[in-house]
């Protein structure tokens, strides 16, 4: 009688673990992240589709909150700080819940980051404010968000499906973090590489260029290569030395060719024909 009991079990094991079949899901799950600033934004979400479907305005109603995704709330992870909506968000979990409507949406940020419609309390939102959203030339098949306009302390998130898509910014401090990174770095080492950094880091951003060029021309003279001589030229340019920069670049221009780099070849004949209509 136990062996016929044990029998029936096993058979019954194995009847229920061919029925679990492994499909694919209708609204898979994505990841993304990219960085921004000196952190990083991770967005986690499901990808609905389309499916023949009309979407804002029937599926997805106007005016009706909505978690933006499918099967869970979109969430964000901030690693640093960042502002959104001209508001300061901290770094943190959060989820994405919007409002469409036809000429205007609602961005909200919750910081209950497990949030759903039927638990959402707005008391929890720590950012809400309105975009207007714009027409796509053709349809996108599969709920996207994205990143785009990627600048050094910035990056503005596309959400898109169906022909609409809506945009917004996310910013970060950066100025104020690499300049306290940049005054510990400068006492006391004296090093070559973190010399051009730096500089480089002052000229792309309009920052001192009386510091930039200090420190390039400490880089070109402890270890001169034809890419710190080329920065040091454009500085010197930037600063209206225009007969220096002219012989700078004729420097970085010779040891460009020796080195076979023709990229730098014609960055260099680039910067001293600007150069010599600036004299």
Excluded: C
Excluded at 88 to 102: A, E
Excluded at 122 to 150: C, G, H, M, W, Y
Aim: glycine share 4%; net charge positive.
């Amino acid at each position: 009688m136990k062996y016929f009991v044990f029998t029936l079990m096993a058979i019954a094991t194995v009847v229920t673990a061919k029925a679990q079949l492994n499909t694919p899901q209708p609204s898979p799950a994505a990841k993304i992240s990219q960085a921004v600033g000196l952190g990083e934004i991770t967005v986690s979400y499901s990808r609905p589709s389309m499916k023949g479907r009309v979407i804002f305005g029937d599926l997805v109603p106007y005016g009706a909150l909505w978690r933006t995704g499918a099967n869970a709330a979109t969430k964000f992870t901030f690693s640093e700080d960042v502002t959104i909506g001209g508001k300061t968000v901290p770094k943190g979990d959060y989820s994405l819940f919007t409002i469409p409507n036809q000429n205007s949406w609602v961005i909200i940020f919750n910081k209950n980051a497990t949030a759903q419609t039927n638990n959402y309390k707005q008391e929890e939102d720590v950012v809400r404010f309105e975009v207007k959203p714009e027409s796509l030339p053709t349809p996108v098949e599969s709920f996207t968000i994205n990143f785009a306009d990627i600048k050094p302390n910035s990056a503005v998130v596309e959400i898109m499906w169906e022909k609409t898509v809506v945009r917004f910014r996310i910013e970060t401090e950066v100025d104020s973090k690499v300049m306290a990174q940049i005054q510990r770095a400068l006492d006391p080492k004296k090093d070559a590489g973190l010399y051009y950094q730096i500089a480089s880091y002052l000229y792309d951003n309009n920052k001192d260029q009386v510091l930039a060029y200090d420190l390039i021309t400490k880089s070109v003279d402890m270890q001169p290569q034809y890419w710190t001589v080329h920065l040091k030229a454009k500085i010197e340019y930037k600063l209206g030395k225009f007969k220096e920069a002219i012989a700078t670049a004729e420097r970085s221009m010779a040891m460009a060719k020796e080195a076979g780099n023709n990229d730098y070849v014609r960055l260099n004949e680039k910067l001293i024909a600007e150069a010599k209509k600036g004299k």
